[in-house]
């Protein structure tokens, strides 16, 4: 009974800021990695940063010094905050477990981020 339940996208302008949210249940987030994933049209789902128990983060080459990784251990949630975003963003943002780099749930419905002018 592992749930995860993303929330906080929206229409943004391009060189603006958005934080999504991960709300998690059945998983403590601080003893495990978690990653935010995100699939934009035509295109594969990929893993856009991660964080494991120990503070240790990882970020998707085109995401690294705008977007930043982070949980929030009194809410049992794992949030990203995206900084100077452009179109290229625009996706649906997913987040999961991870267990050696790969995701361990069935995906969630995820949160529309759009980057437009």
């Known amino acids: 009974q592992v749930h995860l339940v993303e929330s906080g996208g929206g229409l943004v302008q391009p060189g603006g800021s958005l934080r999504v949210s991960c709300a998690a249940s059945?998983?403590?987030?601080?003893?495990?990695?978690m990653g935010w994933f995100r699939q934009a049209p035509g295109k594969q789902r990929e893993l856009v940063a991660s964080?494991?128990?120990?503070?240790?983060?990882n970020y998707l080459d085109s995401v690294k010094g705008r977007f930043t990784i982070s949980r929030d251990n009194a809410k049992n949630s794992v949030l990203l905050q995206m900084n100077r975003l452009n179109p290229e963003d625009t996706a649906v943002y997913y987040c999961?477990?991870?267990?050696?780099?790969?995701?361990?749930?069935?995906w969630g419905q995820g949160t529309q981020v759009t980057v437009s002018s």
């Open positions: 059945g998983i403590i987030v601080n003893f495990v990695t």
């Open positions: 964080i494991d128990g120990t503070d240790i983060t």
């Open positions: 999961n477990l991870l267990i050696r780099t790969r995701p361990a749930y069935d």
